[in-house]
C-alpha cells in the first residue's frame, strides 16, 4: 500500500483587514483545486479567523497524521522564526501522533521578483510596450513591513538589490511601513536627494490589507506636498501563479527535508549590536482569540528553527 504524502498546512499572520483575509483564506483553497490528491488546510497565527489549531484539527479529522507547514511570509521575522513553530509544537501535544515537518518562508525568490517587476510595469503604463530606456530615470522605492528583528529587515534590503540587479531602474532603495527605519516618507525623502525625478512606490507584501493601505496613504500624502516628483503606487504581489507554486516548491523542501533557513545572522542565535537580550529567547505561540483549545502551553528553550 502507497503511503500518501504530507498533508500541506499554511501558516499565515493575520490581518484585521477583512478583505486581506480572505485573499489568503481563496489562496489556500486555490491551492486545494490545484493539489487534489494532497489535503490542504490554513490558518492564522493572531488576528484573523481561521486559527491555526484549526487548521491542524481539521487535518487531523480527515485522517492526516502527517503533514508539512509552509509560512505564508516573505522574510524570516519573529512570526516564522518562533510564533509558527512553537504554535505547532503546541498542536503536537494537543493531537498526539501527529508528525510535520516546517519549511522555510518565500522570499527572496526569482519568481516573486518576476511579479514585482511585472507590477512595476504595470503602474509604470510599459507593460507588454516597455523599451531599454523606461527604467533609466525610475527610482523604485521598496517598502517591506517592518521587524524589531534585524536580520528580517535586511532580507528586504536584498530584495531590494535582487531587484535592482540587472532590470536598468535608476535605483531601488528600501523602507518599512512599521517598527523599522526608514518609514516610507524618509525613504521618499532619501530617492529624492539621491537625484530621483520619477518614484515608484512598491510594497513588498502578498496580499492587500491594512499596512499595504498604509503605504499608499502615505505615498499620496508625501506626493501631494512634493509636485515636483512623479509619484506613483504599485499593488502588492497578489495570488499569481509564481505564487502558488512557490509554495508548492517550499512544501517539496519540507517533505524531502531540504531545508536552508539562513541563521548566521538569527537575533535568536547570535549577539547582535542591541539585540543581545534576545538571545536564547524562549519562543512561545501567540494566542489566537478563536483557538479553543483545551490548555495553552508554552514552547520553552531557544530558538525553533526546524533544520
Known amino acids: 500500500m502507497t503511503t500518501p504524502p504530507p498533508a500541506l498546512l499554511i501558516a499565515g499572520h493575520g490581518t484585521r483587514d477583512d478583505a486581506g483575509a480572505e485573499a489568503f483564506r481563496d489562496f489556500v483553497r486555490e491551492l486545494g483545486r490545484r493539489h487534489p490528491e494532497l489535503p490542504v488546510a490554513g490558518g492564522f497565527i493572531e488576528l484573523s479567523p481561521p486559527p491555526l489549531g ?15 507547514a509552509v509560512p505564508l511570509m516573505l522574510v524570516s521575522a519573529g512570526h516564522a522564526k518562533g510564533d509558527i513553530p512553537a504554535a505547532l509544537a503546541r498542536e503536537k501535544e494537543r493531537h498526539p501522533g501527529i508528525s510535520y515537518s516546517y519549511g522555510r518562508p518565500l522570499g527572496p525568490h526569482p519568481a516573486l521578483l518576476s ?12 507593460e507588454g510596450s516597455r523599451t531599454p530606456g523606461d527604467r533609466a530615470d525610475v527610482t523604485v522605492l521598496l517598502v517591506g513591513r517592518g521587524s ?5 529587515n535586511a532580507e528586504v534590503h536584498k530584495a531590494a538589490r535582487l531587484l535592482w540587479e540587472g532590470r536598468g531602474y535608476a535605483g531601488v532603495e528600501t523602507a518599512f511601513v512599521s517598527l523599522a527605519a526608514p518609514d516610507v516618507p524618509s525613504g521618499l525623502d532619501r530617492c529624492v536627494r539621491l537625484g530621483a525625478k520619477r518614484i515608484v512606490v512598491l510594497p513588498y507584501f502578498l496580499f492587500t490589507g491594512i499596512l499595504p493601505d498604509r503605504v499608499r496613504l502615505q505615498t499620496e500624502g508625501w506626493a501631494d506636498a512634493h509636485p515636483e516628483v512623479e509619484v506613483r503606487s504599485a499593488d502588492v504581489i497578489g495570488p499569481e501563479p509564481e505564487l502558488l507554486d512557490l509554495v508548492m516548491e517550499r512544501y517539496k523542501e519540507a517533505v524531502e527535508g531540504d531545508l536552508r533557513m539562513n541563521c548566521d545572522s538569527c537575533v535568536y542565535r547570535i549577539a547582535l549590536p542591541g539585540f543581545e537580550d534576545k538571545v536564547g529567547l524562549p519562543q512561545q505561540p501567540h494566542f489566537h482569540p478563536d483557538d479553543d483549545g483545551h490548555h495553552h502551553h508554552h514552547q520553552h528553550g531557544g530558538h525553533a528553527h526546524a533544520h
Not at 511579479?115 to 510599459?126: F, I, K, N, S, Y
Open 54 to 68: 484549526e487548521a491542524v484539527t481539521e487535518l487531523v479529522e480527515r485522517g492526516v497524521r502527517r503533514f508539512a
Open 115 to 126: 511579479v514585482l517587476e511585472r507590477r512595476l510595469d504595470t503602474a509604470l503604463g510599459t
Open 148 to 152: 524589531t528583528d534585524p536580520d528580517a
